[in-house]
C-alpha cells in the first residue's frame, strides 16, 4: 500500500511537471504577494509611518512610469525571445530525437523557471505601474516597489544567461539519453516490486481466481480511449472488497485503450456493472504515455533514438552505442531488483486484484531486438549489444532470467555471421558472444543452478 502511495503520488507530479504553465503562474502568484507587501511599505512610507532606506530609487511619477514601462517592455520581448528559442529546441529535439523526446524537454524546470520568472516580474511591473499616480498628498511613487523591480530585472538577466547555457547543454544527445536512462532508474526504483506481503492470506489462490475469471467473468468496457497511464490499485482493491469481487485488468500501463473495448474482468459477473459505473475513478487514460507505471516506455524512447541514430538519414553508430550503454544499465537494475507483484490483497487477505505487469523477458526483448534489426553487417553495434548482455548476466537471479539473455546473444551471433562480411569483424564478434556464454557458467555457478 506504501508503495501504491508513493506510486500515486509519482505520477501527480509527473501530471503537474509536464506542462508550462504551473511554474509561471505559481511565479506569478508570487509576485503579486511580494508587491502587495512592497506596496503597502509604499502607502505607510507616503503616509508618513515610516521612513524607507536611503538606497531606495527616488524620483517623480512620470520618471517611474517611464522606468516601469521599459521595464514591462523589455521583459515581454524577452519573454517572446525566450519562448522563440523553446520552440526552436523543441522542433530540433522532435526532429533528431523522435516526437516522444519532447516530454523531456517540456518538463524541465529551467526552461519553466526562466518563462515564469519573465513574466512574474513583467507582473510586477505592471502592478506597480498601476498604482503610479495621484494621491491625497501629492504623486504616490512606490519606491520601494520600483527598487525591488530592478533587482528582479537584474535577477531576470542572470536567469536568462543560465537558461542560453542549459539549453546550449541540454540539447546536446549524451545528456538526452542520460536524461532518459536516469528517468528509467527512477521508474525501476519506483515500482522495483518484490515479494507479496506477508499476512493472512484467505480464499482462492491466484490459478483458482484466474480459472474462474477465464470461464465466469465479465468484461469490463474502457469508457474512452486513450494510453493507460495510471492505475490506481488501492482504488480497484476497496472497490473490489465492496462488491465481494475479483478484478483482473486485461491491459497495463503503456497500453493503448479503445473506448468500448474489455479493458478488465469481473467475477462474479453480477458485479460486473457496478465496477464498470465506478471504473473512471480507478484508472487514468490520456494521449499519451508516462513514467509512473510504464518503465517500458524509458526503455523505448533510448531504443528509438538508437534507431533513429542508425538510419541512413543520421549514421551516427556511437549515439546507437551510448543507448546500448545505458540499455544495458537499467537492465541490470531490472534483473537485481524489480519484481512487480501480480496480486494485490484486502485487509482481510482475499486477492481483489490481478494485473499483468510487464515481464523481463519482454524489457529484454524490447532493448535489445529492434536495434539488432536495425544493425546487420554492423559489428560495432553488434559487439556492444554483446558486451551488455554479459554485463546483465552477471546480475541475473534465475536460470529463466539468463536463457531471455542467451537466446538474444544468439540472435546477434547469427545475424553477424549472416551479415557481417569481414571474417575479422565476425571474429570479434564471435569472442564477445563466447563471453556471454562464460558468464552464463559463472552466474550459474554462484548462484548454485549449475
Request: aromatic share 6%; glycine share 6%; with cysteine.
Amino acid at each position: 500500500m506504501i508503495r501504491g502511495v508513493h506510486l500515486e503520488a509519482q505520477w501527480r507530479r509527473e501530471a503537474l511537471r509536464t506542462n508550462l504553465w504551473v511554474v509561471p503562474i505559481l511565479e506569478v502568484v508570487l509576485a503579486g504577494a511580494l508587491f502587495a507587501g512592497t506596496a503597502a511599505l509604499d502607502r505607510a512610507a507616503y503616509a508618513g509611518d515610516l521612513g524607507l532606506p536611503s538606497w531606495v530609487i527616488s524620483g517623480t511619477a512620470d520618471s517611474a512610469r517611464q522606468i516601469l514601462a521599459a521595464i514591462a517592455a523589455a521583459l515581454i520581448t524577452v519573454v517572446g525571445v525566450v519562448f522563440s528559442i523553446m520552440i526552436v529546441t523543441l522542433t530540433l529535439a522532435s526532429t533528431q530525437f523522435g516526437p516522444r523526446m519532447l516530454r523531456t524537454f517540456i518538463r524541465d524546470r529551467t526552461t519553466q523557471l526562466t518563462l515564469g520568472t519573465f513574466v512574474g516580474t513583467f507582473t510586477f511591473a505592471i502592478l506597480a505601474l498601476v498604482v503610479t499616480g495621484p494621491g491625497p498628498n501629492g504623486d504616490f511613487v512606490p519606491h520601494l516597489s520600483i527598487t525591488v523591480c530592478m533587482v528582479l530585472v537584474l535577477a531576470d538577466l542572470a536567469v536568462l544567461i543560465f537558461f542560453i547555457h542549459h539549453i546550449a547543454t541540454s540539447i546536446q544527445l549524451p545528456r538526452v539519453i542520460a536524461s532518459i536512462a536516469a528517468e528509467l532508474s527512477e521508474a525501476i526504483e519506483a515500482s522495483a516490486g518484490g515479494p507479496e506481503p506477508k499476512g493472512v492470506t484467505r480464499g482462492p489462490s491466484a490459478q483458482e481466481l484466474g480459472i474462474r475469471l477465464d470461464t465466469e467473468g465479465a468484461a469490463v468496457p474502457a469508457p474512452a480511449s486513450g494510453y493507460l497511464q495510471f492505475v490506481r490499485h488501492r482504488t480497484l482493491v476497496r472497490m473490489a472488497a465492496d462488491l465481494d469481487a475479483v478484478i483482473r485488468l486485461d491491459h497495463r500501463p503503456g497500453h493503448f485503450l479503445v473506448q468500448g473495448h474489455q479493458l478488465a474482468t469481473v467475477w462474479p459477473p453480477e458485479a460486473a456493472p457496478e465496477v464498470a459505473r465506478s471504473f473512471a475513478r480507478a484508472h487514468v487514460a490520456g494521449s499519451t504515455r508516462t513514467l509512473a507505471q510504464d518503465i517500458a516506455f524509458a526503455v523505448d524512447q533510448l531504443v528509438e533514438i538508437a534507431i533513429r541514430a542508425l538510419s541512413t538519414a543520421v549514421n551516427d553508430t556511437f549515439t546507437t552505442l551510448t543507448c546500448i550503454d545505458w540499455l544495458g544499465e537499467g537492465l541490470c537494475r531490472i534483473a537485481a531488483r524489480w519484481s512487480p507483484n501480480p496480486v494485490h490483497r484486502d485487509e482481510a487477505g482475499y486477492i481483489r486484484v490481478m494485473t499483468a505487469p510487464v515481464s523481463y523477458e519482454r524489457l529484454v526483448q524490447r532493448a535489445f531486438e529492434k536495434i539488432r534489426q536495425a544493425a546487420p553487417g554492423m559489428p560495432a553495434v553488434l559487439i556492444r549489444q554483446l558486451d551488455a548482455l554479459a554485463e546483465i548476466m552477471a546480475e541475473t537471479r534465475n536460470e529463466g532470467q539468463r536463457q531471455v539473455l542467451l537466446d538474444q546473444a544468439g540472435m546477434i551471433e547469427r545475424l553477424s555471421r549472416e551479415s557481417v562480411a569481414e571474417p575479422a569483424d565476425r571474429e570479434d564478434v564471435r569472442r564477445r558472444y563466447l563471453a556471454v556464454l562464460a558468464a552464463h557458467d559463472h552466474a550459474r555457478r554462484t548462484d548454485g543452478s549449475a
